[in-house]
């Protein structure tokens, strides 16, 4: 349980910052296209290095596995807008269902993927070690350096796009590189929670605190806090209703937002 609770509580730092772009730039979508994304990359990866006799995969395969797909994902989705008039959640929608189409038919081609799919989906926070735990920390660590050193960049593109091309800053490549970072999120936050439920990591925090301020900083720090805090209560939760953990993370996190959407003041 401590060990689950310091794996989620990471995942959910991490979640909640990067999951303050994901809600600026309105990208729920597309970051639900990436959750869906890394699927047929696990797939491979187990198909490539379970043994026959159902031995369990390579960890190291399947993370690689997950981040290559993940960024195919993101730069297909890219190449859709680019190449087309489509908006940015059309496009995500189309890469979205490929992938997932893709992964589920890889999936279904090896023998004994159901429960390492239901892992996938779902998570298995009680089953994280504490190898695990080290490597989200220091994943997580290096990508939150990266926020920091673009932060300003972020910043703009995410409030005037128009503005920061015109100052010369690289917009497509600053985008493509945001969408990186999420990316990395989903693929350090899968194995905790899921890829299903990882997105609600990235938004319910996020869209939590972005109801309480509009400074960036404060907002970051809010939805960091409580993206952590829904790890150990959500944890205790699913221990006292016999429910899984990582759903009821997910669902602690929501009903955060639940709680600050009705004591916040009336909007006029």
């Given at each position: 349980?401590?060990?689950?609770?310091?794996a989620?509580?990471?995942?959910?730092?991490l979640c909640?910052?990067?999951?303050?772009?994901?809600?600026?730039?309105?990208?729920?979508?597309?970051?639900?296209?990436?959750?869906?994304?890394?699927l047929?990359?696990?797939?491979?990866?187990?198909?490539?290095?379970?043994?026959?006799?159902?031995?369990?995969?390579?960890?190291?395969a399947?993370?690689?596995?997950?981040?290559?797909?993940?960024?195919?994902?993101?730069l297909?989705?890219?190449?859709?807008?680019?190449?087309?008039?489509?908006?940015?959640?059309?496009?995500a929608?189309?890469v979205?269902?490929?992938?997932?189409a893709?992964?589920?038919?890889?999936?279904?081609?090896?023998?004994?993927?159901s429960?390492?799919?239901?892992?996938f989906?779902?998570?298995?926070?009680?089953?994280?070690s504490?190898?695990?735990v080290l490597?989200?920390?220091?994943?997580?660590?290096?990508?939150l350096?990266?926020?920091?050193?673009?932060?300003?960049?972020?910043?703009?593109?995410s409030?005037?796009?128009?503005?920061?091309?015109?100052?010369g800053?690289?917009?497509?490549?600053?985008?493509l590189?945001?969408?990186?970072?999420?990316?990395?999120?989903?693929?350090i936050g899968?194995?905790?929670?899921?890829?299903?439920?990882?997105?609600?990591?990235?938004?319910a925090?996020?869209?939590?605190?972005?109801?309480?301020?509009?400074?960036?900083?404060?907002?970051?720090?809010?939805?960091?806090?409580?993206?952590?805090?829904?790890?150990?209560?959500?944890?205790?939760?699913?221990?006292h209703?016999?429910v899984?953990?990582?759903?009821?993370?997910?669902?602690?996190?929501?009903?955060?937002?639940?709680a600050?959407?009705?004591?916040?003041?009336?909007?006029?």
């Amino acid at each position: 349980m401590r060990t689950g609770a310091l794996a989620a509580a990471t995942v959910g730092v991490l979640c909640g910052v990067v999951g303050c772009y994901v809600v600026m730039r309105g990208m729920a979508l597309m970051a639900d296209s990436l959750a869906h994304g890394v699927l047929p990359g696990v797939a491979i990866a187990f198909a490539l290095t379970a043994g026959a006799a159902g031995s369990d995969p390579d960890e190291a395969a399947l993370w690689i596995g997950a981040l290559a797909a993940g960024l195919l994902t993101a730069l297909g989705t890219n190449l859709v807008i680019r190449r087309s008039s489509v908006r940015e959640d059309t496009a995500a929608g189309v890469v979205f269902v490929f992938m997932l189409a893709l992964g589920v038919a890889i999936a279904s081609r090896v023998e004994g993927y159901s429960v390492d799919l239901t892992s996938f989906l779902f998570g298995d926070v009680l089953g994280v070690s504490d190898a695990d735990v080290l490597v989200s920390a220091i994943l997580t660590a290096a990508v939150l350096a990266l926020v920091a050193l673009l932060y300003r960049p972020f910043l703009l593109i995410s409030f005037d796009a128009q503005r920061a091309a015109a100052l010369g800053m690289p917009v497509d490549r600053l985008h493509l590189a945001m969408l990186a970072i999420v990316t990395l999120a989903v693929v350090i936050g899968f194995r905790v929670v899921g890829a299903l439920l990882v997105l609600g990591l990235l938004i319910a925090p996020a869209a939590t605190a972005a109801l309480l301020t509009k400074r960036l900083p404060t907002m970051m720090a809010l939805s960091a806090a409580i993206a952590a805090l829904a790890a150990p209560i959500g944890l205790l939760a699913s221990w006292h209703l016999d429910v899984a953990a990582g759903p009821a993370i997910v669902l602690v996190a929501v009903l955060a937002f639940a709680a600050a959407l009705l004591l916040r003041p009336a909007q006029s």
